[in-house]
């Protein structure tokens, strides 16, 4: 939708709010689903102008709270609170990509390093996987941060590697995600997409702030930013994407011709 429409269902649906039942929605299943919602819209301000970024993050607040059913009284307190904490986050996040177009709150580990290491639980079931798991098996590593399974942005990328899994196995590459979902989460959307690769749960983003990938939103929480990284087989991280999220859906094909660039 652009911003007109965004505008104009804000009006209809909390300017003039219509009651409506909450029975059927069980609080925390609102809560996630919310949290998802925000998350996908809010995560890329880079190369957005701060107004526009604040006034579409609002209306789009006002969408994600009506969809949810939620009663009058809820919605219009949450559209005060949110809409508040939102613009705060999205300030101070713009503030710091327009400076240098770099991800807020956090550093980037520099290319050429050796990539920070971490252990974190997988959607498969078994356990922890490390970096060190990683590369002792002598391949490539794509590791992609996102911001919440089941967002659209999140399955149309996880799509996208799908779709060239085989162009990454003939590179010696294997793919990984990393969010803060709960494994449970992780695993049901790797099973609900068919996807013959996994991901990790990074609860509390302390991995994706060691990768600089980390997004802190005054009174939403932390999540990991859309980012990815080319790790070699000895651990040092050799490239990393910046602006996924303006071309989420070609940026498989992105990271494959910089991977032909890299091992050859």
């Not at 986050?89 to 991800?103: C, E, K, L, M, R």
């Not at 490239?239 to 032909?260: I, N, Q, Y």
Request: glycine share 8%; aromatic share 10%.
């Amino acid at each position: 939708l652009d911003d007109c429409s965004l505008l104009s269902y804000y009006s209809a649906t909390v300017l003039i709010p219509k009651p409506r039942s909450t029975a059927t929605i069980p609080k925390s299943k609102r809560k996630d689903k919310l949290h998802d919602r925000i998350c996908a819209h809010i995560i890329s301000i880079h190369s957005f102008v701060m107004f526009k970024v604040i006034a579409s993050f609002c209306a789009f607040a006002a969408i994600a709270v009506s969809g949810l059913n939620l009663e009058n009284g809820s919605r219009r307190a949450f559209i005060s609170k949110s809409c508040a904490a939102a613009a705060a986050g999205v300030f101070t996040a713009a503030a710091g990509s327009i400076a240098g177009n770099q991800p807020a709150f956090a550093d980037l580990p520099g290319t050429g390093a050796k990539a920070p290491r971490f252990e974190l639980p997988n959607s498969k079931g078994e356990g922890l996987t490390s970096l060190e798991s990683l590369t002792k098996s002598g391949k490539w590593t794509v590791l992609y941060f996102y911001p919440g399974a089941f967002t659209q942005g999140c399955t149309l990328e996880a799509r996208g590697f799908q779709k060239d899994i085989d162009e990454y196995r003939k590179l010696n590459t294997q793919i990984v995600g990393v969010s803060v979902d709960p494994v449970e989460k992780n695993a049901v959307f790797c099973q609900k997409e068919s996807l013959d690769f996994y991901m990790l749960s990074d609860s509390g983003g302390l991995v994706s702030k060691l990768y600089g990938s980390a997004l802190s939103v005054p009174g939403i929480g932390t999540f990991s930013n859309r980012q990815t990284y080319i790790i070699d087989p000895d651990g040092n991280l050799k490239w990393v994407f910046l602006d996924v999220e303006s071309k989420v859906t070609r940026h498989s094909g992105e990271v494959l011709s910089k991977l032909k660039e890299l091992v050859a």
